[in-house]
C-alpha cells in the first residue's frame, strides 16, 4: 500500500486546511490510518488515528477540538481538517496505515510522502 499526503499550504493563525490522503492497494477498510507530523527540528508527533470503519478516533491533546481525522474506505482516502490552525501546528504532516490499535502511534509503520503545512502568526 502506498500512501501519498496532499492539501498543505500556507494560512494564517486562525484559519482552516483539509489534508488528504490517498492510498493505494487492497484491504485499505481493513487497517488503522493516523496523521503524523513533524516539525523542524523535532520528532515525529502522532496527531490523529481512527480505526478500520471509522467508528473511533484518537487525537493529541493539543489538537483536540480543532482536528477532526475521517476516512472514506470506498474512496480509499483519509482526511484530516484542520480548524483554527495556530503557528505551533507548523509541520510536515504524513499519513500512515498499520494493523495496530488506532489510537497507539506503535501500531502505525507504514508512512507516505507528507505534506507540508506552514501557519503564519
Known amino acids: 500500500v502506498q500512501l501519498q499526503a496532499s492539501g498543505g499550504g500556507l494560512v494564517q493563525a486562525g484559519d482552516s486546511l483539509r489534508l488528504s490522503c490517498s492510498a493505494s492497494g487492497s484491504a485499505f477498510g481493513s487497517y488503522s490510518m493516523g496523521w503524523f507530523r513533524q516539525a523542524p527540528g523535532k520528532e515525529r508527533e502522532f496527531v490523529a488515528g481512527?480505526?478500520?470503519?471509522?467508528?473511533?478516533?484518537y487525537y493529541v491533546d493539543s489538537v483536540k477540538g480543532r482536528f477532526t481525522i475521517s476516512r472514506d474506505n470506498a474512496k480509499k482516502k483519509v482526511y484530516l481538517q484542520m480548524n483554527s490552525l495556530k503557528p505551533e501546528d507548523t509541520a510536515v504532516y504524513s499519513c500512515?496505515?498499520?494493523?495496530?490499535?488506532?489510537?497507539?502511534?506503535?501500531?502505525?509503520?507504514?508512512w507516505g510522502r507528507g505534506t507540508l503545512v506552514t501557519v503564519s502568526s
Open positions: 481512527i480505526n478500520w470503519s471509522g467508528s473511533n478516533t
Open positions: 500512515a496505515w498499520g494493523w495496530g490499535t488506532h489510537s497507539d502511534k506503535n501500531g502505525f509503520n507504514n
